[in-house]
T-cell receptor
Framework: GAVVSQHPSRVICKSGTSVKIECRSL??????MFWYRQFPKQSLMLMAT?????????EQGVEKDKFLINHASLTLSTLTVTSAHPEDSSFYIC??????????FGSGTRLTVV | AQSVTQLDSQVPVFEEAPVELRCNYS??????LFWYVQYPNQGLQLLLK??????LVESINGFEAEFNKSQTSFHLRKPSVHISDTAEYFC????????????????FGQGTTLQVKP
């Protein structure tokens, strides 16, 4: 149990286009989900906290208009990278905490902007 | 604010040798500590956690970690490593246990690359 599914696993897009990444909790409800960004050989940096039915909470330095987060249901949060540029290329990971033992992570999305 | 420091960016070790991956944290409140493992191009898998109780926690694949409050540490150890243990290891801290009303954050250390050599 406690599976988080993330899709797509890899995406390549042209500079200036938008990309949507989905994060689904498969067997539990998640009122809160988290979006992380990971650069090569680096740690995970929390980008934002996604709250079901309300606005996301962004970490300092993260552009709200660049990284749009929607959490319209208890099992789905989406991250849209708008007008993507090569510097947005990264590994994006979502997570949720289904119960009181910790956090479950999606398998990640490798975004490459060319 | 909470923070996590992993003192070693890379740890090379020979197969069947013991290993310790160091983790120190800072927090002004009670903490919950985690170790995660990440294989290339994959998400994170929970290795073990300290929530409360016994300060020594173990995983099913031979890893263990000890919570030391006085030294604010949560070092990860394994007495004999395998090639398959080669991966990135992340120490993390949270002030929240999670659950349906979770609003807490998981703060990660910089990560340690464990390289097991034959």
């Amino acid at each position: 149990g406690a599976v988080v599914s993330q899709h797509p696993s890899r995406v390549i897009c042209k500079s200036g286009t938008s990309v949507k990444i989905e994060c689904r909790s498969l067997d539990f409800q998640a009122t809160t989900m988290f979006w992380y960004r990971q650069f090569p050989k680096q740690s995970l940096m929390l980008m934002a906290t996604s709250n079901e039915g309300s606005k996301a909470t962004y970490e300092q330095g993260v552009e709200k208009d660049k990284f749009l987060i929607n959490h319209a249901s208890l099992t789905l949060s989406t991250l849209t990278v708008t007008s993507a540029h090569p510097e947005d290329s990264s590994f994006y990971i979502c997570s949720a905490a289904p119960r009181t033992y910790g956090y479950t992570f999606g398998s990640g999305t490798r975004l490459t902007v060319v | 604010a909470q923070s996590v420091t992993q003192l070693d960016s890379q740890v090379p070790v020979f197969e069947e040798a013991p290993v310790e991956l160091r983790c120190n944290y800072s927090s002004s409140v009670s903490v919950y500590l985690f170790w995660y493992v990440q294989y290339p191009n994959q998400g994170l898998q929970l290795l073990l956690k300290y929530l409360s109780g016994s300060t020594l926690v173990e995983s099913i694949n031979g890893f263990e970690a000890e919570f030391n409050k006085s030294q604010t540490s949560f070092h990860l150890r394994k007495p004999s490593v395998h090639i398959s243990d080669t991966a990135e290891y992340f120490c993390a801290v949270s002030d929240n246990l999670g659950g349906s009303s979770n609003t807490g954050k998981l703060i990660f250390g910089q990560g340690t690359t464990l390289q097991v050599k034959p």
